[in-house]
């Protein structure tokens, strides 16, 4: 018979399993339906994505940084080893609200790297590690599953290093939110002070960014939620 305890974690397990995804899913949804709205509304600062990202990148002293075309819908990034920002194709051509918070976002990030924010470099840093506390991960939920489905609520030392891999996920996506809103912010400052937009369109430009945010924010409580279950039995078993 299963212990009560067991059952208990389980059913928080089956809960943050369940929460998560539909967060995730929320999230990214949210920011599609937002992106895509903004993306029919076209503004008095007509400048394509393209020419906003280079503005910004000349006014702020930064030369070195080359911004290309991607074919990839809603690929937009900044990668600080090739130092070029990738813009998909409609947010690289076009001049809508959408394509402008995109790209001057990337800017931003180009920005935050060649300033020495020591926040993204630290991100940078850990995308490596992020890729091995994945794999580790998904090797403890392997053996957990297929080998220890039940003892593994005894099995303290796997329980642990699972809890500490998973920290690894937290501190990333933690900064990644910091980052995230850090150039967010920087976009509507400069904005705000160039006078580019209506009040009306930089509204709509904070949205678009927002819903942007809610992506990381949500990668960042679905880590913190999935160490829950594994501190009640850590809990539990020293109760």
């Given at each position: 018979?299963i212990?009560?305890?067991?059952?208990?974690?389980i059913g928080?397990?089956?809960?943050?399993?369940?929460f998560?995804?539909?967060?995730?899913?929320?999230s990214h949804?949210?920011?599609?339906?937002t992106?895509?709205?903004?993306?029919k509304?076209?503004t008095?600062?007509?400048?394509?994505?393209?020419?906003v990202?280079?503005?910004i990148?000349?006014?702020?002293?930064?030369?070195?940084?080359?911004?290309?075309?991607v074919?990839?819908?809603?690929?937009?990034?900044?990668?600080?080893?090739?130092q070029?920002?990738?813009?998909?194709?409609?947010?690289f051509?076009?001049?809508?609200?959408?394509?402008?918070?995109v790209?001057?976002?990337?800017?931003?990030?180009?920005?935050?790297?060649?300033?020495?924010?020591?926040l993204?470099?630290?991100?940078?840093?850990?995308?490596?590690?992020?890729?091995?506390?994945?794999?580790?991960?998904?090797?403890?939920?392997?053996?957990?599953?297929?080998?220890?489905?039940?003892?593994?609520?005894?099995?303290?030392?796997?329980?642990?290093?699972?809890?500490?891999i998973?920290?690894?996920?937290?501190?990333?996506?933690?900064v990644?939110v910091?980052?995230?809103?850090d150039?967010s912010?920087?976009a509507?400052?400069?904005?705000?002070?160039?006078?580019?937009?209506?009040?009306?369109?930089?509204?709509?430009?904070?949205?678009?960014?927002?819903?942007a945010g809610?992506?990381?924010?949500?990668?960042?409580?679905?880590?913190?939620?999935?160490?829950?279950?594994?501190?009640?039995?850590?809990t539990?078993?020293?109760?």
């Amino acid at each position: 018979m299963i212990e009560t305890n067991t059952l208990i974690v389980i059913g928080v397990f089956v809960f943050v399993f369940i929460f998560s995804i539909l967060m995730g899913i929320g999230s990214h949804y949210f920011f599609r339906n937002t992106y895509e709205k903004f993306t029919k509304y076209t503004t008095i600062f007509t400048k394509s994505g393209q020419r906003v990202a280079e503005e910004i990148l000349s006014l702020k002293g930064v030369f070195d940084i080359q911004v290309e075309r991607v074919e990839r819908h809603l690929s937009d990034n900044f990668n600080p080893k090739s130092q070029i920002i990738s813009l998909s194709s409609e947010v690289f051509a076009n001049n809508t609200i959408s394509s402008q918070a995109v790209a001057s976002h990337e800017a931003f990030h180009a920005i935050q790297y060649k300033t020495q924010s020591k926040l993204l470099r630290f991100r940078t840093w850990l995308v490596p590690f992020v890729g091995v506390a994945n794999f580790l991960l998904l090797g403890i939920i392997v053996i957990a599953l297929f080998f220890t489905p039940f003892s593994l609520f005894e099995n303290i030392p796997l329980i642990s290093a699972f809890i500490v891999i998973d920290f690894v996920l937290v501190l990333f996506q933690g900064v990644s939110v910091i980052t995230e809103i850090d150039a967010s912010s920087r976009a509507i400052k400069y904005f705000k002070e160039t006078h580019s937009l209506t009040k009306i369109e930089l509204t709509a430009f904070k949205k678009v960014l927002a819903a942007a945010g809610t992506t990381y924010v949500s990668g960042f409580l679905s880590a913190i939620l999935t160490l829950i279950p594994f501190i009640l039995i850590i809990t539990l078993n020293f109760s």
